[in-house]
């Protein structure tokens, strides 16, 4: 009796635990399929609302990786804001406009949309949001860490750019070969770091409006605010400097108290203020080139009047952005 009351609850014990794994096991083989199958017509339909009706809208991108490129494994993509003007032509230009610090990418397409309209291109700003990539790994592009160390290249911001590009030219039907793209402060910064980063990005002209800092062509500072640690050859410079950049800075953009204005004695050794730190990099790009010998095809402009403005640079350079390619 002793036997049996010992063994007998102990094989209903055996029996009981061996049923719950098959039931467990097989409920994770319908999840594997429902994820698998879910997150196929989820992708599918994600990648056609590319697709991009006449007029303003914003839709959710999301490609193969999209998992792994966010850093908190978020995977319900990036908001994408856009105006579509009506009638264009399979060659119509694509801008790309990327916002501020403050991450306001609607607003940012609101002030762009008339001269989209204007110019007839197809008009994207990414919301490159804080949950997405906090604080300054907006800025730096998610390409490297501040203290220089290159991430994967897929994790890139400019990366997803490339993408995005491609899913727009093919759901569109668009045979435009290349894009342009425009950011103001904060998204001035990642502009001029696609450049510095990234040269072989399909970008025909880039614009850098109002960045705060810099990452300096300087091969004697380490990032972030140089390139001496990460092993840039002057090959890659060949490629930068060959680049359209137009760097273009507010005249009264002079404040050296501004709120957003970083401070730390790297940021000031760039200058005072905004204006002076833009003055700074494009003299750098220049000394860089010419010690090399390498062309140097950046620009630089002061817009008049301007200080701290998106909409007061946009105004002065849309007319040079979105133009059709012959």
């Given at each position: ?33 429902f994820y698998f199958f879910c997150s196929k017509s989820t992708l599918e339909a994600k990648e056609a609302s ?143 770091r696609l450049v510095m980063f990234m040269p072989e990005a399909r970008f025909r002209l880039a614009v850098a ?118």
């Amino acid at each position: 009796m002793t036997y049996k009351s010992f063994f007998y609850p102990e094989r209903i014990k055996i029996k009981k635990c061996f049923h719950s794994k098959f039931i467990l096991c097989v409920f994770a083989l319908l999840l594997f399929f429902f994820y698998f199958f879910c997150s196929k017509s989820t992708l599918e339909a994600k990648e056609a609302s590319l697709a991009l009706k006449s007029g303003s809208g914003n839709f959710i991108f999301k490609d193969v990786s999209m998992k792994s490129i966010v850093l908190n494994d978020i995977t319900e993509g990036i908001t994408i804001w856009y105006h579509k003007p009506k009638n264009l032509s399979a060659s119509a230009p694509i801008v790309f406009v990327m916002h501020g610090q403050s991450r306001t990418a609607e607003n940012y397409r609101d002030v762009w949309r008339p001269f989209s309209d204007k110019g007839n291109f197809i008009l994207i700003v990414p919301e490159i949001s804080d949950e997405h990539f906090p604080g300054s790994r907006y800025n730096l592009g998610n390409a490297y860490t501040s203290r220089g160390i290159r991430k994967e290249k897929s994790k890139w911001i400019f990366s997803i750019l490339e993408r995005l590009f491609d899913g727009l030219r093919k759901q569109n039907s668009l045979n435009t070969p290349k894009y342009d793209i425009y950011g103001h402060s904060a998204g001035g910064q990642f502009v001029h770091r696609l450049v510095m980063f990234m040269p072989e990005a399909r970008f025909r002209l880039a614009v850098a409006a109002n960045p705060g800092w810099y990452t300096m062509p300087d091969l004697l500072v380490d990032m972030p605010y140089g390139v001496g640690n990460i092993n840039l050859d002057i090959e890659h410079f060949r490629r930068v400097f060959s680049s359209r950049l137009l760097v273009l800075l507010g005249e009264d953009d002079d404040d050296p108290f501004h709120r957003s204005l970083r401070q730390t004695d790297e940021a000031i050794l760039q200058g005072e203020h905004r204006l002076a730190r833009g003055k700074t990099f494009f003299k750098a790009g220049k000394i860089l080139a010419k010690k090399y010998n390498l062309p140097f095809e950046w620009k630089k402009s002061i817009v008049p009047m301007v200080g701290h403005s998106n909409r007061g640079m946009a105004e002065f350079v849309h007319d040079i952005l979105g133009k059709p390619f012959k």
